[in-house]
């Protein structure tokens, strides 16, 4: 059965950072692209990030470029999302999914002073 | 970042037929195709139909997608309350090198 289950959200002050974390399991890791999509409350689903099999090819939406980071360790089955420079439109719960064919049930961020 | 274009809401009545749509352009949809989604509040979303139109095993035939030109469809026959959700189309975007998501449609069920 495929897992996904993330990780490291919570409450931040804008301009902080956090480093959510994906554990993936019940399937060969190294084998999917691997996506980052995210839920403001309320609202619809944005796609955020993702990246191809082997970690060589990232691809990230125009509101986070430059400030957010995708990354995989295949070795640790394990998905990152590196979230610097936070703004309060970034606040939402933060899903990852492999190949959009199976779901992690989200980590939240909330972007507040 | 242009997204796709789906209505807000849609109405059906009990066993009906619902047909959702969603609009995009040459870049995305038109050669990309389009994925789609289920997502009941409070849940993640559920996977109906890949890029190809492919429909995963676990999902009911009562779900088909299918594409003509730009416009990407989801098809749902004999509505039944547990199809009372939110559904999202998804392509990728070749200009954009991004995906790009549809802002959602609510389907209520009569």
């Known amino acids: 059965e495929v897992q996904l289950v993330e990780s490291g959200g919570g409450l931040v002050q804008p301009g902080g950072s956090l480093r959510l974390s994906c554990a993936a399991s019940g399937f060969t890791f190294g084998d999917y692209e691997m996506h980052w999509v995210r839920q403001a409350p309320g609202k619809g689903l944005e796609w955020v990030a993702c990246?191809?099999?082997?970690?060589?090819?990232?691809y990230y939406v125009a509101s986070v470029k430059g400030r957010f980071t995708i990354s995989r360790d295949n070795t640790k089955n394990s998905l990152y999302l590196q979230t610097n420079s936070l703004r309060a439109d970034d606040a939402a719960v933060y899903y990852c999914a492999k190949d959009f064919d199976s779901w992690g049930q989200g980590t939240p961020v909330t972007v507040s002073s | 970042q242009a997204g796709l274009t789906q209505p807000p809401s849609v109405s059906k009545g009990l066993r009906q037929t619902a047909t959702l749509t969603c609009t995009g352009n040459?870049?995305?949809?038109?050669?990309?195709?389009a994925a789609w989604l289920q997502q009941h509040q409070g849940h993640p979303p559920k996977l109906l139909s890949s890029r190809n139109n492919n429909r995963p095993s676990e999902i009911s035939e009562r779900f088909s997608a299918s594409r003509s030109g730009n416009t990407a469809s989801l098809t749902i026959t004999g509505l039944q309350p547990e199809d009372e959700a939110d559904y999202y189309c998804a392509s990728w975007d070749s200009s954009l090198s991004a995906w790009v998501f549809g802002g959602g449609t609510k389907l209520t069920v009569l």
């Open positions: 990246i191809t099999q082997d970690g060589s090819a990232k």
């Open positions: 040459s870049n995305n949809v038109g050669n990309q195709g």
